[in-house]
């Protein structure tokens, strides 16, 4: 392919996936009802509202003097919607709903800062020689930026009541597969941690470099994620009592916060109900938990088992009985498609454990990938040779903290493109909301 032909396909490419990435966050801010649009569904977060003008916002500051030399046309917004909230141990917000602007003047805002942007982009990319030498990696980080916020607004939005929400239809012809997990052995051997690239152009963020090799000792892991169903038998033998299951940190939070079940779940008489995004439901038992890290700790303790380390995580999903080439997906090099998982935003919602066989690894485990993040007990950190982004030098460094832990695989509503091997996803401990699952392993 030519210089030139390379320079459209990458220019139709990148403008493309910016839209689509733009119809992600506008579908969930459609699901909101009007009177739900300065609510606040975590208290840790902001309100809604917020994050309409965010994830326009962030596109602006990136890339509109940076790359383009264009003039700031509303600095207020620019900045009122910068940064969100990381909720490690401050105070809660405590704004009210007319501190913050109507929501016409947002979408406004954000109508008027798409038009300039995409004019300046439509002519920069139609030139790659003369524009800022960085501006595809900026436009990558545009894009996946705002598919994230699709995904943690997703969660944002679980919370929100229900008559909140105008429902979607939703297609949930669980065909709930029977099958039993049990531990996989999986020989020692090498994984590579990290983004190795090939090309060269490959987009990662800052903490996915540099790719590197560890050796990972033999362990067994778990065949499928813990269901509902099994993290039912922890909470009635009495697993959120049992103080020596859980470490100092995680049972005072369990404490102060009153946590006796999953944030998905709500006991009523002696039913236990489950949240799903649209409907409330008898709970599913043969779906993935969701909790959080310090809970999903506290089980595999319960069992005389871990949660894996980031490398074992690896080794599960992408190395292969023969020590052959790693995989780039857990089923192999196939870009990830709806057969092969419960990810890129088919689902609101989880499916059954062992709904789909086709995306199961080369040592046979099932659904590493999508269907629920996975827990690692390995805190965020840098790898070697780590050099933070320059424009956006927060994006990994501000958590390197050692209160953050590594989630691999991705969920139901995880973007494809974020499903590549090196992406790592990070949250602290004790955030219950993330569609976040788990499985154990046995070193
Ligand atoms: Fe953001």
Not at 3 to 27: G, M, V, Y
Not at 95 to 118: G, T
Not at 215 to 235: M, P
Not at 241 to 266: A, C, V
Request: glycine content about 8%; hydrophobic content about 35%.
């Amino acid at each position: 392919m030519g210089a030139l032909a390379t320079a459209i396909r990458i220019r139709n490419d990148l403008q493309a996936r910016l839209q689509e990435a733009r119809s992600r966050t506008d579908e969930l801010f459609a699901i909101v009802r009007d009177e739900a649009i300065y609510d606040r569904p975590i208290a840790e977060r902001h309100r809604l509202i917020f994050y309409i003008g965010h994830v326009e916002a962030f596109d602006w500051n990136l890339l509109a003097e940076r790359a383009f030399g264009l003039r700031a046309f509303d600095r207020t917004f620019d900045q009122l919607f910068a940064f969100g909230i990381d909720p490690v141990g401050g105070g809660l917000p405590n704004d009210k709903p007319s501190d913050w602007p109507e929501r016409n003047d947002v979408e406004q805002y954000a109508r008027r800062l798409r038009h300039e942007l995409d004019r300046a982009i439509e002519s920069a990319l139609s030139r790659p020689s003369e524009g800022h030498p960085q501006l595809t990696t900026m436009l990558e980080v545009a894009i996946e930026h705002r598919l994230m916020h699709a995904e943690t607004l997703a969660y944002m939005l679980h919370r929100l009541p229900i008559d909140r929400k105008i429902p979607l239809p939703q297609k949930n012809q669980w065909k709930a597969a029977r099958v039993k997990s049990h531990l996989v052995d999986i020989p020692a051997g090498r994984t590579t941690l990290g983004l190795r690239r090939v090309h060269g152009d490959e987009f990662g963020w800052d903490n996915e470099l540099e790719a590197h090799e560890v050796k990972v000792a033999e362990f067994g892991v778990e065949k499928y994620n813990v269901t509902n169903g099994d993290f039912l038998r922890f909470i009635q033998a009495g697993g959120y009592d049992n103080r020596t299951l859980w470490n100092e940190n995680d049972w005072e939070w369990k404490q102060r916060e009153g946590i006796e079940y999953p944030m998905f779940w709500r006991r009523e008489g002696n039913l236990w109900m489950y949240r799903g995004m649209f409907e409330e439901m008898r709970l599913p038992l043969e779906l993935p938990v969701y909790v959080s890290h310090a809970e999903a700790s506290a089980y595999a303790k319960w069992l005389g088992r871990k949660l894996p380390t980031e490398a074992q995580f690896h080794r599960a999903a992408y190395g292969t009985p023969e020590g052959k080439a790693e995989r780039s997906y857990p089923w192999g090099e196939q870009w990830p498609d709806e057969e092969r998982g419960n990810f890129d935003f088919h689902s609101w919602d989880l499916h059954p454990v062992g709904t789909y066989p086709l995306g199961a690894s080369a040592f046979g485990i099932h659904e590493l990938v999508g269907n629920g993040w996975e827990w690692t007990r390995t805190k965020f950190a840098p790898f070697k040779g780590f050099a933070p982004m320059p424009f956006y030098p927060g994006y990994s460094a501000n958590f390197f903290d050692d209160k953050h832990y590594v989630m691999k695989g991705g969920s139901p509503r995880t973007a494809a493109c974020m499903l590549r091997k090196s992406f790592r996803n990070w949250f602290q401990p004790h955030y219950p909301y993330v569609y976040a699952t788990f499985r154990c392993v046995e070193d």
